[in-house]
């Protein structure tokens, strides 16, 4: 089953972007995944193909109205029981764990906001599970959705070969992943920890592991709160 994602946005030329490079994109030629786009304008009705409107109740901006946005949803996921995805500020933040499930989901619908955000009662109405990628605010969800996919994409079987680490990766194991060294031996004067060139594998593995422990001790806590470690 090969990795099929379709693009809800208004700026389908953003897409394949980076994913279109290194080894997404040889991925992509190779068809190891698939990416489609559907141009939500393409689903207004009237004459000048309006896809936003004033927000009820005023304040600045616009909002990406709900019966076009629907009609585009309709439209792609008929008779399609992949995850239907909104990028947005709102939602639940991002994580490793909802980048495997997503991998192993065999594709998602991914609707791109603009301007203030969405129509509530489309979010509602088509059960569009909001996604964010950060606290902080985009003008659109397309970089997004690519920076979502590209988690995704990378994890695929055979996309990144040997080059995929796996276990030691940050958040695979719940920690944060240990530093890398690699030639010169002495870089301005500062060395590679010798136990790395040490040849004993099982220091070497211990000392990784204290090193990824340290690490997310000092800067992400809250992952260690969030599982039992073992010694
Ligand atoms: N007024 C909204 C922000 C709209 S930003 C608010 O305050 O919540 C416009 C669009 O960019 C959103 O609809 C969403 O699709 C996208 N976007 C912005 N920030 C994002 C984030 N952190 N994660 C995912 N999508 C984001």
Known sequence: MVFRATILTLYPEMFPGHLGHSLAGKALERGQWSLETMQIRDFAEDKHRTVDDTPAGGGAGMVLK??????AIDK????????RLLMSPRGKPLTQARVRELAAAGGAVIVCGRFEGVDQRVIDARS???????????????????????????????????ALSGTHESFENGLLEHPHYTRPQVFEGREIPAVLTSGNHAAIEKWRYEQALRLTQERRPDLLADQPVTK
């Open 76 to 83: 792609v996921s008929e008779g399609d029981s992949r995850p």
């Open 128 to 162: 569009l599970e909001e996604v964010s990628i950060g606290d902080y605010v985009l003008s659109g969800g397309e970089p997004a959705a690519l920076t979502l996919l590209d988690a995704v994409v990378r994890i695929l079987p055979g996309v990144m070969g040997n």
């Open 66 to 71: 709900p019966d076009v946005l629907a009609r």
